[in-house]
């Protein structure tokens, strides 16, 4: 079966820097996916990855490792804005997304 | 800069009634989806559509019905609601190719339905 995993709650320091893990077991890969959803909203889309390596995008950044089915996210500077819960998606063989759970991140003053 | 836009925001409906939520797009996307989302699960894909006339199954397609007469509107019907419909219903388009999602998925505000 296909299967995405990431913690379901994590909890940081304003300021501070924090990483969410995702792997993924899926039929296939064509890319990778991190969404941010605010409690109450829709996603929104944060980062794609489909080679390997380290995709910056302001304090927010995005790792991939295709041989290790492993991706990360990676949040500087923490701001009370970033409580939200953060969306691992991969794009199969299909071309279907497959959603992780979520993570739930909470940033302490 | 409407998006997505969806409809109704929230809906309680008795065991057994039906009803549709509407989903329209203002940027020409060939892809639109319905996912529903339940507490502790990833978002679950109900139905797609690729084109206007084409629309397929996606993992939870049980008590749900949609079309996609335009390019701009997939309406999802529910027949005969039941409880386990209660969920938080998501419609996406993406401007991707008719055969792949690539780039992002633009989402609609989400239309949170009970069903008693």
């Known amino acids: 079966g296909q299967n995405i995993d990431q913690p379901t709650e994590m909890t940081a320091t304003e300021g501070a820097i924090v990483q969410i893990n995702c792997t993924y077991q899926t039929s296939g890969f064509n890319g990778l996916f991190w969404y941010q959803q605010h409690a109450g909203e829709a996603p929104t889309f944060l980062s794609y990855?489909?080679l390997d390596g380290l995709e910056e995008k302001g304090r927010f950044s995005s790792f991939l490792s295709r041989s290790k089915g492993y991706s990360y996210l990676l949040l500087k500077e923490l701001q009370m804005k970033d409580s939200a819960s953060y969306l691992c998606?991969?794009?199969?063989?299909?071309?279907?997304?497959?959603w992780g759970a979520g993570t739930k991140l909470i940033i302490k003053p | 800069n409407a998006g997505v836009t969806q409809t109704p925001k929230f809906q309680v409906l008795k065991t057994g009634q039906s009803m549709t939520l509407q989903c329209a797009q203002d940027m020409n996307h060939e892809y639109m989806s319905w996912y529903r989302q339940d507490p502790g699960m990833g978002l679950r894909l109900i139905h797609y559509?690729?084109?206007?006339?084409?629309?397929d199954q996606g993992e939870v397609p049980n008590g749900y019905n949609v079309s996609r007469s335009t390019t701009e509107d997939f309406p999802l019907r529910l027949l005969s609601a039941a409880p386990s419909q209660t969920s938080v219903y998501f419609c996406?388009?993406?401007?991707?190719?008719?055969?792949?999602?690539?780039?992002?998925?633009?989402f609609g505000e989400g239309s949170r339905l009970t069903v008693l």
């Open positions: 559509s690729v084109g206007a006339g084409i629309t």
């Open positions: 998606a991969v794009l199969d063989s299909n071309y279907q997304l497959i």
């Open positions: 996406a388009s993406s401007g991707g190719t008719s055969e792949s999602i690539t780039g992002e998925l633009f």
């Open positions: 990855n489909v």
